[in-house]
């Protein structure tokens, strides 16, 4: 991987605000109620991950604009009232980091973390170009009573592309933070023709560009006002690292 000259002083210019709607604790627990809709969450940021009411399935947004991932693999434009139970924005600033050409997606993620000497911040990561492999997956939308995330992963629809041209959007976070949301890598593809995207299980980079954007700050809202939510007891953990691992 090609990494530019001077990043330093040129990324370091960019701190910003990740914004996130829930916790993968509540997924965990099946709190699937969507509690944020879409247009509202676009006020907090252009660029974003996440997943509709019941997991209904992936959400991306590059550019200020939603792509929603259905399980049949479809890609459309969901509504502004479409909800979310769980997501993350922010609004971009992204800088050039490097190029990388015949590379696993795992190792271009994490030589980029490595090179910022980023493992305790949360970054934003975009990466633009040619991917020799992408496999992505998503999920069919349930309604109540919700099933668990773990039950809801068996259920998923993957999808695999090769020379495929389109943008993946990632979030690195620190293992401190597993639970409030992925700890590592959670990234979300979108091809250019929309006929691949979704969460993103695995790829090869052929030739692309990467952008990063460390974040210093994030701001998390909670559904304080879903019963369920505040009936719940959050405070068994194991739940949701089994179930991240099945899900991811």
């Known amino acids: 991987m090609k990494i530019l000259r001077n990043f330093e002083r040129i990324i370091f210019m960019s701190n910003s605000t990740l914004f996130q709607v829930g916790t993968m604790q ?9 509690t944020m809709s879409i247009g509202d969450l676009l006020k907090h940021g252009d660029f974003g991950i996440g997943t509709g009411q019941g997991l209904d399935g ?4 590059l550019d200020g604009k939603a792509y929603h991932t259905l399980v049949s693999g479809e890609c ?16 971009g600033d992204f800088k050039d980091f490097g190029q990388a ?17 980023a493992q305790n911040q949360f970054v934003a990561l975009l990466v633009e170009g040619e991917f020799e492999t992408m496999t992505t997956r998503s999920a069919a939308g349930s ?31 620190p293992a401190i933070y597993q639970g409030v949301t992925v700890a590592g890598f959670h990234s979300h593809f979108l091809a250019d023709d929309h006929n691949l995207s979704g969460h993103v299980l695995t790829g090869k980079v052929l030739n692309a ?3 990063v954007q ?18 719940a007891d959050l405070t068994d953990l194991t739940m949701v690292h089994k179930a991240i691992e099945a899900a991811e």
């Open 26 to 34: 509540l997924l965990a627990n099946s709190l699937l109620d969507g």
């Open 58 to 61: 992936e959400l991306i947004i």
């Open 76 to 91: 459309e434009t969901p509504d502004a009232s479409f909800t979310t139970p769980f997501a993350a924005a922010h609004h």
């Open 101 to 117: 050409e015949n590379d696993s997606l795992e190792e271009v993620l994490n030589n980029a973390v490595a090179a910022l000497r």
């Open 143 to 173: 309604q109540k009573p919700y099933p668990s995330l773990t039950e809801a992963a068996e259920k998923q629809q993957v999808f695999n592309g090769t020379k495929v041209k389109g943008r993946l959007l990632s979030y690195y976070a």
């Open 209 to 211: 560009t990467v952008k």
């Open 214 to 231: 460390l974040l210093d700050t994030i701001e998390q809202v909670l559904p304080v006002d879903n019963a369920d939510f505040k009936a």
